[in-house]
């Protein structure tokens, strides 16, 4: 017991001093568990939904790009004949999506940022802040999706999807967390200002 109060009081002492860091590291460690969690609902909610539904016959392309010799969908899921494509594809997605963000929420706002900031202000940014980096990741996946699915096993291909989507959220959302999530002391500074006497 003593040597976990002894690890647990130098982990106070170095968020305390190394705030920063701290956050980093409460961050990707949370996020990793987050992209377990997905990674887990990709692994079943697919094949669960091609086999219960006829969406897998029912193309899902969103949202047309053409730019020079890009041509595609920011969301791409074209009929492939397997779970892993179309309508039923793209409704575990979200699904994965809703799910795994509803856990992420809370944890990054109160165990990484410990933000106390008003709940529905921050749901709100942080919703907006989902789906515009949700599309940019998606017109990023549709550019080397067709590649993995062409080349790798199912198994991998959804790992691989993961850690390649989850990489590039982390690098983006760690600046916009401490930006929809301040400290609540920098919500103490911002709602009560000093008086100065005139």
């Not at 074209?78 to 963000?101: E, K, N």
Request: charged share 10%; glycine share 6%; with cysteine.
């Amino acid at each position: 017991m003593q040597l976990a109060q002894r690890i647990a009081q130098w982990w106070q002492d170095f968020s305390a001093s190394h705030t920063l860091i701290a956050e980093m590291a409460k961050f990707s460690g949370l996020s990793f568990l987050v992209a377990a969690l997905q990674y887990l609902l990709l692994t079943f909610l697919p094949v669960l939904l091609f086999e219960t539904t006829g969406w897998g016959a029912v193309p899902a392309q969103f949202l047309h790009v053409s730019l020079g010799p890009i041509d595609t969908y920011v969301f791409d899921y074209p009929v492939t004949g397997d779970a892993l494509g179309g309508l039923s594809y793209f409704v575990a997605f979200v699904l994965m999506l809703v799910i795994s963000q509803g856990v992420n929420f809370p944890l990054q706002r109160n165990v990484t940022f410990k933000s106390k900031g008003n709940v529905w202000f921050q749901l709100s940014w942080y919703v907006v802040a989902l789906v515009l980096i949700t599309m940019a990741c998606s017109l990023l996946m549709s550019l080397y999706v067709p590649i993995l699915r062409e080349y790798v096993d199912p198994a991998i291909y959804n790992i691989l999807v993961t850690v390649i989507n989850g990489g590039v959220q982390l690098v983006i959302y760690f600046p916009v967390f401490k930006i929809i999530f301040p400290a609540a002391k920098d919500v103490e500074q911002v709602e009560e200002p000093e008086l100065v006497d005139a």
